[in-house]
């Protein structure tokens, strides 16, 4: 296939024309605040249709409330795009302060109608929520009604809506900000440079130690120099939270998150008990590695390594031909989409300085189109990034259909998309694989997935789990915190790294999301998931994109419990789901192992 000359960079005047100086935009802006000036007369004529028990009224207040939403969602992505972009344009952070205060008015008056919900009559209520006027919106309302805090009054709900933008979210966006800020300089190649946040990490996957080494601690040198000030961060925005917490009667810090997951507590239990059970292969592969390098134990700055002396550059043109060529085998509607996103310029991908160090895929409903940001060093881990990311995108594709309040998805799915767009990449290269060498270095790219879910994702959650313990007694000093990430490193990967980024709580931007709490435990299900849907795949074919559609749409409709009995067939409280994924996962380490029983690699 002839080279395209892709170019790797946004084109968001396709959605709002001119950037942060965009009248286009001030315009949306100001069609925002009529409608959220409207809210308040749709709760109005919603609290009389309590009284009437009329249904259509309750409909037609969901239908608007979508429709605000896909609105806030337009705005909110735009915005990220433009500081990821430029890190110092204070045109967009300016937008993004009064965006955030239009939300903050928006929710407080959605919280007044979950409020009017719960305290409809339960025999009232059953006759209501069986009405055809809401028979989409039954999954919607009935977690709304369910999912209130009840123990706020209206004023102190008020002031929470108001503290969040100036305090709260502040402080998550400040974090944005500063780490995006950030330069180190590193030795490459006989030369210093001067990079990124984002560069640098992205060396942790060099083919040379030395410069690995560098990176590592050049970037652990950052973080030990500026971790007081990312310690009042992350104190500040537990706190409030914290604060909220106790206000609206929750009293397990995982409650809210699983809420927001869809997600029983048996399932997330289920999950984490099958991962603790499973340590040792991957314990063992990490073993093995380090002794392809010379060592007893795994380095930190090595994991990423390249695990063969065959190491090539793949351009960014060579990446789009391998992701279109890979997608398209999958189905008509996957191929139409990844050759949308790439033609239509939808992808920030140039390696350069002063932009975000934080891979994403913001979507904008309005359009129907979908923007993806990371940087693109040349490598194979590169390639995988780019393909998450557009899974996530292809995610936003699938709900154009879905009506507004319908289109949001928990986290746990959303990685489920992001993460079967992977597997779809790593069987095709098996496939293709005709060497040991080859077969290698994709088993080494699979293992490092599930170390990263298995492992690292599960020291996140302990990290966050003791960490918001010690929260609730005072300030958490940043020792603290730095001790805190190494017992749980130490815990999560059953000893096996040697050198650990304890202060990975600083650089691991999950831990600041302020939309989204405990952001961890998410992805290692949707890593797990996603092996389940790409079994049924590989049995189907091309037929089962169908299906996969059809389960992606229902997303926002239904807990995960119900999504995966529906589309799957399968209980996922019981460990029995989590170990049919886990085995795929051993196998990989034991196929590794079997291949580098000796040193002598083809």
């Known amino acids: ?47 009389t249709s309590i009284a009437r028990n009329e ?14 939403r896909i609105n806030f969602s337009q705005a909110n992505s735009f915005i990220t795009c433009l500081l990821a972009q430029n890190t110092k344009d204070q045109d967009a952070a300016t937008l993004r302060g009064k965006v955030s205060q239009l939300e903050s008015y928006f929710e407080n008056e959605l919280s007044k109608v979950k409020i009017g919900l719960a305290n409809i009559k339960q025999d009232i209520w059953e006759s209501l929520i069986e009405t055809k006027e809401l028979e989409d919106y039954r999954f919607i309302l009935n977690d709304w009604r369910e999912n209130i805090d009840k123990l706020l009054s209206d004023e102190e709900q008020n002031l929470r809506s108001d503290l969040m933008a100036d305090g709260y979210h502040a402080w998550g966006n400040f974090y944005n900000a500063l780490i995006s800020s950030i330069n180190v300089n590193v030795q490459v190649d006989g030369k210093e440079k001067n990079l990124s946040v984002g560069q640098a990490i992205n ?25 007081e000030l990312f310690a009042k961060i992350i104190n500040h925005i537990a706190g409030f939270r914290l604060q909220v917490y106790k206000k609206s009667g929750v009293n397990s810090v995982l409650e809210v998150p699983l809420k927001e997951n869809r997600m029983k507590e048996e399932t997330m239990n289920a999950m984490w008990s099958v991962i603790s059970k499973y340590k040792k292969p991957f314990s ?30 793949i351009q960014y043109d060579e990446a789009v031909i391998l992701i279109t060529e890979h997608f398209s085998q999958f189905g008509t509607e996957l191929e139409g989409f990844v050759k949308q996103a790439f033609h239509g310029a939808w992808i920030e991908a140039e390696d350069r300085g002063n932009k975000s160090a934080i891979p994403f895929c913001a979507g904008f409903p309005l359009t129907g189109e979908s923007r993806v940001f990371m940087t693109f060093g040349g490598t194979f881990l590169n390639v995988l990034t780019l393909v998450h990311e557009l899974g996530h995108a292809f995610h936003n594709h699938a709900m154009k259909s879905v009506n507004g309040v319908n289109k949001r998805y928990p986290m746990s799915v959303a990685e489920t998309a992001s993460t ?91 831990y600041y999301i302020t939309q989204s709490p405990f952001y961890n435990f998410p992805y290692t299900f949707g890593y797990l998931f996603a092996l389940g849907i790409f079994a049924k795949a590989k049995e ?63």
């Not at 942060?20 to 004529?45: A, M, P, T, Y």
């Not at 249904?55 to 605000?68: I, M, P």
């Not at 380090?290 to 065959?310: H, I």
């Not at 789901?577 to 029983?597: P, Q, Y």
Request: aromatic share 10%; hydrophobic share 35%.
């Open 1 to 47: 296939m002839e080279k395209m000359g892709y170019q790797g960079n946004l084109n968001l005047d396709k959605i709002f024309q001119g950037g942060s100086k965009s009248n286009q935009f001030l315009n949306h802006i100001k069609q925002l605040e009529v409608l959220v000036r409207d809210i308040e007369g749709c709760v109005k004529s919603f609290n």
């Open 55 to 68: 249904a259509a009224n309750l409909g037609n207040l969901v239908k608007y409330v979508g429709e605000v």
């Open 203 to 227: 060396l942790r996957a060099h083919p040379n130690e030395v410069v690995r080494k560098e990176s590592h601690y050049a970037l652990e040198s950052i973080w030990e120099e500026k971790e």
């Open 284 to 313: 063992n592969y990490l073993n093995r590695k380090a002794e392809m390098m010379g060592d007893s134990s795994l380095k930190a700055y090595n994991f990423w390594a390249p695990v063969t002396n065959s190491n090539p550059k």
């Open 420 to 510: 079967f767009s992977e597997m779809i990449i790593f069987d095709a290269a098996m496939k293709k694989a005709k060497s040991k060498e080859d077969k290698l270095i994709i088993l080494d790219e699979k293992l490092k997935r599930s170390v990263m879910n298995f492992m690292n994702i599960h020291s996140r959650f302990l990290f966050e789990q003791r960490f918001y313990e010690e929260r609730k007694e005072g300030i958490v000093s940043s020792k603290r915190l730095t001790q805190l990430m190494g017992e749980a490193i130490h815990e999560a990967y059953d000893g096996s790294l040697e050198q650990p980024s304890t202060f990975s709580w600083v650089w691991t931007p999950h």
């Open 540 to 602: 189907k074919g091309r037929e089962f994109e169908k299906d996969y559609l059809n389960l992606l749409r229902d997303s926002g409709s239904m807990t995960v419990e119900d999504l995966v009995m529906k589309h799957l067939g399968e209980d996922i409280t019981s460990e029995k789901f989590w170990e049919k994924g886990m085995e795929i996962c051993v196998r990989d380490a034991e196929e590794f192992l079997k291949l580098t029983s000796s040193d002598d690699i083809e």
